[in-house]
């Protein structure tokens, strides 16, 4: 069982940054791929970055690219997400999330979610 927290959601004007914060912990033993999901009220959950330790894959949305960069200690299973040139359209709740090895762009292949953080960015 994998554990994860997140934290560093809150509130922005568009053009702000936002960094979330997710630490694993519990079996943790296995190369893992650590990232992000998010969810916008009404939408389906996409993924929005990830990182593997695996294959040293790094992995973006299309729409986050040059605005998000995500970065960390994935070997001591700490992952950041640096949020820049918020947009309202990024308002979701943000999903850390843990997949053995690779990444994943589908929710159904996300072994463990943690518990969401609240990016909200007003025009």
């Known amino acids: 069982e994998v554990q994860l927290q997140a934290s560093g959601g809150g509130l922005v004007q568009a053009g702000g940054s936002l960094r979330l914060s997710c630490v694993a912990s519990?079996?943790?033993?296995?190369?893992?791929?650590i990232g992000w999901f998010r969810q916008a009220p009404g939408k389906e959950r996409e993924a929005v970055s990830c990182?593997?330790?695996?294959?040293?894959?790094?992995d973006y949305l299309d729409s986050v690219k040059g605005r998000f960069t995500i970065s960390g200690d994935i070997a001591q299973n700490t992952v950041y997400l640096q949020m820049n040139s918020l947009k309202p359209e990024d308002t979701a709740v943000y999903y850390c999330?843990?997949?053995?090895?690779?990444?994943?762009?589908?929710?159904?292949?996300?072994?463990?979610w943690g518990k969401g953080t609240q990016v909200t960015v007003s025009s």
């Open positions: 999330v843990w997949k053995y090895y690779y990444c994943t762009r589908y929710a159904s292949g996300v072994d463990y």
């Open positions: 519990g079996s943790t033993f296995d190369e893992p791929a």
């Open positions: 990182i593997s330790r695996r294959d040293r894959t790094i």
